[in-house]
């Protein structure tokens, strides 16, 4: 089966949300993550990250407002990173941080919801409220996906399927959308940049400091970056142990990400990649590795 004909509707437990709430939420935020908190509404969401004083991306996300919260969605493996980074510069702010109970699913395909009734704005980055359910329209090409947070108990009714299953569909959507979802293998080793997150325009470059900002800033005003993130495949899946990846003349051009990756027809994974090499043939445990269209 081609990865275009994977549509599905189905439970990613490897997303969890943390909520940010306070009289200083607004400001706190604005300190510590790459993007614009003040830009947010109720009806779109961001993409950010939150970095080490060396700008180093401790975690990527996609955050939204949720009455007088913001909603931080990020990848399990890293939730106690963020939680603990964050605390820390609390100081005398008004600011509750916390993990929220909720239900993230992964959406990719017209037939696997009921858009009828939801009025899904058309919008860019578009967020869309119902009972306490949320769904961020991906908009990736020719690829109908959301992903839906719920904070309800129930399954949301305009979810059509079976919401099991063996591939994780936002899984998927994110391999395809190359935005990382990053784990303790992956943290604190690159900067916004080099993960793509300039594409999902998760950095503003005009917002006062945040932590890690200067190192990110300098890297977008003195110089290019020699490496990025893109969505590959291969014909079959390497062995893992092995995840470097090779030019010809068998020199490391690159590195498959931790966890981000999909055995299906073929092996599909998200890997960095020096920008230079990317139209030379490229190797991964003697497999020979294709930059996927995204």
Do not use: W
């Not at 949301?156 to 063996?166: E, K, R, S, V």
Request: charged share 25%; aromatic share 10%; with cysteine.
């Amino acid at each position: 089966m081609n990865i275009t004909e994977y549509f599905g509707v189905n439970r990613d437990n490897d997303l969890v949300t943390i909520s940010v709430s306070g009289a200083d939420s607004s400001k706190f935020l604005q300190g510590q993550l790459s993007n614009d908190i003040e830009k947010l509404s109720d009806n779109n969401y961001q993409y950010s990250t939150f970095s080490t004083n060396q700008g180093k991306v401790i975690a990527s996300m996609r955050i939204f407002r949720r009455i007088d919260q913001y909603i931080i969605l990020t990848n399990s493996d890293v939730a106690n990173s963020v939680l603990e980074g964050l605390k820390k510069y609390i100081l005398m702010s008004k600011v509750e941080i916390r993990l929220e109970r909720s239900t993230c699913y992964g959406v990719l395909g017209d037939n696997k919801i009921n858009t009828e009734n939801l009025n899904i704005s058309e919008s860019e980055y578009s967020l869309t409220n119902i009972s306490d359910t949320y769904i961020l329209d991906i908009k990736i090409i020719d690829y109908p996906s959301y992903i839906v947070v719920s904070f309800a108990d129930d399954i949301p009714n305009f979810l059509l399927g079976d919401t099991t299953g063996d591939i994780n569909i936002g899984k998927l959507i994110d391999l395809k959308n190359v935005f990382p979802r990053l784990n303790k293998i992956s943290q604190e080793s690159f900067i916004p940049q080099v993960l793509n997150m300039e594409k999902h325009n998760a950095i503003n470059y005009k917002k006062g400091c945040y932590t890690g900002q200067e190192i990110v800033a300098r890297t977008h005003y003195l110089g290019k970056i020699k490496k990025k993130l893109f969505f590959c495949s291969s014909e079959s899946a390497p062995n893992l142990n092995k995840s470097k990846i090779y030019n010809q003349d068998a020199e490391v051009i690159g590195e498959l990400l931790a966890g981000n990756y999909l055995n299906l027809e073929k092996f599909y994974f998200q890997s960095i990649i020096k920008i230079s090499a990317i139209n030379n043939p490229m190797f991964i445990d003697d497999r020979e590795v294709k930059i996927e269209e995204s």
